[in-house]
């Protein structure tokens, strides 16, 4: 069994400081029509590259098909180990409030692996192993299971993006963590996503039907 850890990029602690300021909630534009969790993988793997190669670098993302149809989600700032708290709660609320069927949280991050009969350093930060390597992590998630896509981050000799390369990683059968199990367990009720909906509106996120780009309120901005 091979062991496997991860450990958030840190470029985004440099972002705004307030998740309430910045967050949004954007419209997913899909070359095609998004049904299955392997379809919002594979846009979510585009989103990746895009904006590795137009900035060198991603921010935390979710995307989900909702009852109202696609939507992604990113943050303002994960600066701490509050903000990350609060994207991980918005994102949950978010996958009640539009019943989303299928989620992907797509992460920036550092990994390391222990390779079977090697001992595994967990007092070891992943950022500070000698053999360290970035990836992008895509943790998707449906009523039928879950599974995760590695994209190991190859940068030119001064630093800028250069590609992704091939993963030979295992599909896990279950994955757990802060940015772990973001789908509810059960399809939410109208009721359940009602109360979504008002806690959302109240820490500044608004729902909004897909083709519109979500903006905070300016008394929160």
């Known amino acids: 069994m091979e062991i496997i850890r991860f450990q958030a990029h840190p470029f985004f602690v440099h972002c705004l400081p307030c998740i309430i300021k910045c967050a949004k909630i954007l419209p997913v534009q899909p070359p095609r029509q998004l049904e299955t969790l392997d379809d919002l993988l594979a846009q979510a793997g585009h989103y990746s590259e895009f904006c590795m190669r137009n900035s060198g670098k991603m921010s935390p993302t979710l995307f989900l098909i909702g009852a109202d149809g696609p939507l992604m989600f990113v943050p303002a700032s994960l600066a701490d180990e509050t903000e990350k708290d609060a994207f991980a709660t918005t994102c949950r609320l978010l996958c009640i409030a539009h019943a989303a069927t299928a989620c992907v949280m797509a992460l920036e991050s550092w990994m390391k692996t222990a390779k079977p009969g090697e001992q595994f350093d967990l007092s070891e930060r992943p950022s500070e192993a000698f053999d360290r390597q970035e990836v992008i992590v895509l943790m998707g ?58 806690m959302l509106q109240v820490t500044g996120v608004s729902v909004a039907k897909p083709g519109r780009t979500v903006r905070l309120p300016r008394t929160r901005r």
């Open 141 to 198: 998630e449906s009523r039928g299971g879950q599974k995760q896509k590695y994209l190991p981050i190859i940068r030119s000799g001064n630093g800028k993006f250069f590609g992704f390369g091939e993963s030979d990683m295992p599909t896990l059968d279950k994955v757990e963590g802060r940015f772990a199990q973001i789908l509810p367990p059960k399809v939410p009720d109208n009721e359940m996503r009602l109360l979504a909906q008002t």
